[in-house]
């Protein structure tokens, strides 16, 4: 192995410049070249994580197999690395100071007034080279959260630069900026001189910049980067806008950014390969065929909180070679009944109704999944929607006319759908829901079996309802096929109808989504598509 190596990128002007995808591409870049890194994600707000945040603010909260609920940008990382990350990657302003405060309670620093520097920035040092250790990563890369010049971040980049100061040669910072154009399409530079200034000043010197802009970075814009920001010319990335984020890694890597990053760094490649994530990227840039997918949520206006089931989308039809054009589908739209369902759903080819929480919008989705189990149009559930799929299937055909989840109507006379018994007990909100990878037995013969072609699996959850064991039985008898349980066959995992592809899961299989392995269940349902829009019913 050779001396491993820190890769910290820091955001300047502006947020929302894809600072994720750009680290996400590194790393890729990074595997290509037969190297392993790890990356890290510094986030300075003071929640421990981002378990209790609306995703109307802060976009989706991503799971891992650990259970950690944390920033979208980790499935950014795993969409891209191919890897399961831990919860110790994500480092937040939450988690440090209740280590530190828990320490210095338990009498860690006696005598001692407990400070930023050296106390909490030793702490976050500690932690990266940890990560770096426990993961015996060759490149710890680390994204820091916000932009540079907010106050929540300053602790962490002062840690980065004594560990520049600890570790000469070894960490290299990546300034990403945006450069803005007048009418008369000149590009400013201005902006990110002065972005460059206050990185200076914070004594971290940016070895490399990207530069996100509308059109091909200038070679006036490139020259003044250079002059001003002290970075040769061929250390400048343009990173313009895409297709798809997938082909960052491929656009970087024409500019030669490893070859610049590698030296920088003094590391050597071991491997070359990037054919089949190019091929991959090729069949989202230039697909066979089209197929129209509907995803009904009550978030739809930030499309960010459901960025994961949009990503495995799109990784499913990579794979089949097929574009799934998404539909956002506001699922209160839905609740006036058969004929607004029929017209939101006119040339859709299959539908996901995606997990949620709350009683806004559930009868829209129960609508939605009713028409799809009448007119045969597949459909995948994922956690809230399996349990709607379930309350659907209770009340119009297991003859359970009022049959709710708790969840909306805590005095349903049929609770199909109830709290787990160990969520009854619990009281705090902060990552006490059943989180993380859980195995699942699926049923031979079912659906979801052929689709995954195994008898055991393992998804990732996030939720405190599940199918009411006490109507089990009466769901089964009319005939809903209990396709998954966990292995002691307590809770249901997975549910299908018989007649038509309508298969859901109490777990979030969009979670371990990925470009070069998509999840089985969105392959199975674009087939499902394909085949209905072929057929053209
Ligand atoms: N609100 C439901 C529950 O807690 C579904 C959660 C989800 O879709 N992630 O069980």
């Keep these: 192995m050779q001396a491993r190596k820190y890769i910290v990128v820091v955001g300047s002007l502006m947020s929302g410049l894809g600072k994720g995808i750009i680290t996400s591409s590194i790393g ?34 991503f799971v891992l197999d650990d259970g950690t609920e944390c920033d979208m940008d980790f499935g950014t990382y795993e969409r891209f690395l191919n890897i399961d990350l831990n919860g110790k990657c994500s480092i937040t302003g939450g988690k440090l100071f209740s280590r530190l405060i828990e320490k210095e309670r338990r009498g860690g620093f006696l005598g001692r007034d407990v400070q930023f520097v ?11 080279r940890a990560v ?61 001189q002065h972005a460059n200034r206050l990185i200076q000043s914070m004594g971290i010197f940016p070895r490399i910049i990207i530069v996100r802009e509308g ?22 990335f343009d990173d313009p806008d895409l297709d798809t984020i997938y082909q960052l890694p491929i656009i970087l890597e024409k500019q030669k950014f490893s070859e610049v990053l590698m030296g920088e760094l003094g590391l050597k490649a071991s491997n070359e390969d990037m054919k ?15 197929v129209n997918v509907a995803i009904v949520g009550k978030y739809t206006a930030v499309k960010d909180a459901y960025v994961s089931v949009k990503e495995a989308i799109v990784h499913a039809g990579a794979h089949l070679n097929l574009k799934p054009n998404v539909i956002w589908v506001e699922s209160t739209d839905l609740e006036g009944g058969e004929g607004a369902v029929k017209k939101a759903f006119t040339n859709i080819d299959a539908v996901i109704v995606p997990g949620g929480f709350g009683t806004r919008g559930t009868e829209g989705k129960i609508n939605a999944a009713k028409y799809c189990r009448e007119n045969k ?13 379930v309350v659907e299937f ?93 292995p002691d066959g307590s809770i249901v995992e997975m549910v299908e109808w018989k007649d038509s592809f309508g298969v859901s899961t109490q777990a979030h299989p969009e979670l371990k989504s990925r470009l070069e392995r998509p999840a089985p269940l969105f392959v199975a349902l674009l087939k499902e598509a394909a085949k209905r829009k072929k057929k053209g019913a």
């Design 276 to 290: 089949k994530w190019s091929s991959l990227v090729q069949k989202i840039i230039d697909p066979k065929d089209e």
């Design 215 to 236: 059109s091909p970075l200038t070679s006036e814009a490139r020259e003044k980067i250079s002059l001003y920001c002290s970075v040769p010319k061929g250390n400048i």
């Design 394 to 486: 209770a009340r119009n055909i297991a003859g359970l006319k009022d049959a709710n989840s708790t969840e909306f109507d805590e005095k349903s006379p049929a609770p199909v759908i109830d709290f787990l018994p160990e969520q009854k007990k619990i009281k705090e909100k902060g990552a006490t829901m059943r989180l993380g990878a859980y195995d699942c037995i699926l049923k031979k013969g079912t659906r979801a079996h052929e689709a995954y072609g195994t008898d055991k699996i393992s998804e990732r959850h996030r939720h405190r309802y599940e199918v009411n064991p006490d109507y089990r039985k009466a769901l089964e008898d009319a005939g809903l096929v209990i396709s998954g349980t966990s």
């Design 28 to 61: 890729r870049i990074l595997q290509s070249k037969g190297l392993s890194p790890i990356p890290i994600k510094f986030d300075g707000y003071l929640n421990v994580d981002c378990g209790t945040m609306n995703p109307f603010r802060h976009g989706e909260v």
């Design 377 to 389: 149009v597949p459909y995948l559930g994922l956690c809230l929607g399996c349990q709607l799929q």
């Design 132 to 192: 770096g250790e426990e993961n015996k990563a060759d490149v710890v890369l680390i994204e820091v959260g916000g932009t540079v010049g907010d106050l929540e971040n300053g602790y962490f980049i002062e840690a980065m630069r004594q560990l520049a100061n600890e570790e000469p040669g070894s960490v290299i910072f990546i300034q990403l900026t945006y450069l803005p154009a007048l009418s008369a399409g000149e590009q400013k530079t201005k902006p990110t």
């Design 118 to 128: 050296p106390h909490l920035t030793d702490e976050i040092k500690t932690w990266v």
